[in-house]
Structure formats: C-alpha cells, structure tokens
T-cell receptor, first 112, second 115 residues
Framework: GQQLNQSPQSMFIQEGEDVSMNCTSSSIFNTWLWYKQDPGEGPVLLIALYKAGELTSNGRLTAQFGITRKDSFLNISASIPSDVGIYFCAGQRMDNFNKFYFGSGTKLNVKP | GAGVSQSPSNKVTEKGKDVELRCDPISGHTALYWYRQSLGQGLEFLIYFQGNSAPDKSGLPSDRFSAERTGGSVSTLTIQRTQQEDSAVYLC?????????????FGPGTRLLVL
C-alpha cells in the first residue's frame, strides 16, 4: 500500500503561476524521487535527491529533501501548458532499499 | 534506444485467457520492478527482481500472477485466467542494484484490457 502522503491531489492553476506539491511519510527515507507522467506514458524522472537538506533544480523545477528525511517538496516556477500531467513522489526507505514507495500523485492542470 | 522497453504496448484479451507481458530493462540494470496502475490511480507494486531472483513478491495480487526473469535481463509477467479487474497499465522499471541509493527508470507500459 501507499507509504507516502502526497498533496494536493489536484491543482488548477493559470499559466505563469508557481506550483508547489509535497510528500510526507512517517518513515525515514534515504532517497526521494520526483516523476512526471503524461497521459498514456510511463513516469519520467524529473529530480533525484539523496541527502537530507539537498536542494536540486532542473530548469524551472526545484525539489528538496527534507531535513527530517520524512518529507520532500517539488516546486514548479512560471508554469506553462506542457507542465500538465500527474506528478508522483517516490522514495526508498532507510530500512528497506528493495522497494520504492510511491505517492498517489498530484494532477496538475494549467490554464493558458 | 537505451531506455526500458515493454511489449506489447497494448493488449486486448478475453476474460479467462492467459497473457504475457515483456520488459527489457536498461542494459546493466540488475534490479527490475513491475507495477500496476489502474486508471487515474497511483502505482501499485507487484514484484521486484534482483538479478534472476525475486526477493519480494509481496505485491502480486493473486496466484494467477507470476513473473520470471532470465539471464538477469528480460522479464515476463504472466497473468493466467485473466479477469476484468486485471485491466490496467502494467509498468516495468529498472535500476542499478537496489542496495545502494538508486533511481528507477520506467518503460512506457503495457495497457491491458480484459473484455
């Protein structure tokens, strides 16, 4: 089952606005990953985080590995219509590298 | 290409038939994962391979589901006596050995429709 609480479930924003979504867990995670999934496609990796406190950017995307190791956020600045899709967080727990746990996804809608 | 590939991309079958779904991981990736994604939902873990062995089969929903991996590369997910509730997208992902911090890369998925 789901080990990660991802929010919000969906967002409706205007083009040009900034977006923020986050994932939290009661367990300590060693790795945080953020993926984007377009309709009919597999998830595509956006950002990978490996150290507590790490802040990483990929173009207009910025993600952080929470200092407590129990949370992560993803920010998208100056959103554009092609940002539309479902964003998933995922991670490896400190006590179990064998499995990746996924959030339930944030569906992003961008109005031109 | 160098990514994860899956075949077929789409499969329509009749209830009760068996289906086989194939995954070709990224070359050199020893860890391989199968997930199921129902329409509009998140990813449901099915099974994990490290090399040819499957240390974690905990996500397989019933004994109608099985998977194997040969040569540390290609994996096949088999669903026997398919049911309508098996309709979903089946995603495969691979990574370097998962005993280190690693990143999963996904294939495009196989869309299964059971009529």
């Amino acid at each position: 089952g789901q080990q990660l609480n991802q929010s919000p479930q969906s967002m409706f924003i205007q083009e040009g606005e900034d977006v923020s979504m986050n994932c939290t867990s009661s367990s300590i995670f060693n790795t945080w990953l953020w993926y984007k999934q377009d309709p009919g496609e597999g998830p595509v990796l956006l950002i990978a985080l490996y150290k507590a406190g790490e802040l990483t950017s990929n173009g207009r995307l910025t993600a952080q590995f929470g200092i407590t190791r129990k949370d992560s956020f993803l920010n998208i600045s100056a959103s554009i219509p092609s940002d539309v899709g479902i964003y998933f967080c995922a991670g490896q727990r400190m006590d179990n590298f064998n499995k990746f746990y996924f959030g339930s996804g944030t569906k992003l809608n961008v109005k031109p | 290409g160098a990514g994860v590939s899956q075949s077929p991309s789409n499969k329509v079958t009749e209830k009760g038939k068996d289906v086989e779904l194939r995954c070709d991981p990224i070359s050199g990736h020893t860890a391989l994962y199968w997930y199921r994604q129902s329409l509009g939902q998140g990813l449901e873990f099915l099974i994990y391979f490290q090399g040819n062995s499957a240390p974690d089969k905990s996500g397989l929903p019933s004994d109608r589901f099985s998977a194997e991996r040969t040569g540390g590369s290609v994996s096949t997910l088999t669903i026997q006596r398919t049911q309508q509730e098996d309709s979903a997208v089946y995603l495969c992902a691979s990574s370097l050995p998962s005993w280190v911090q690693e990143t999963q890369y996904f294939g495009p998925g196989t869309r299964l429709l059971v009529l």
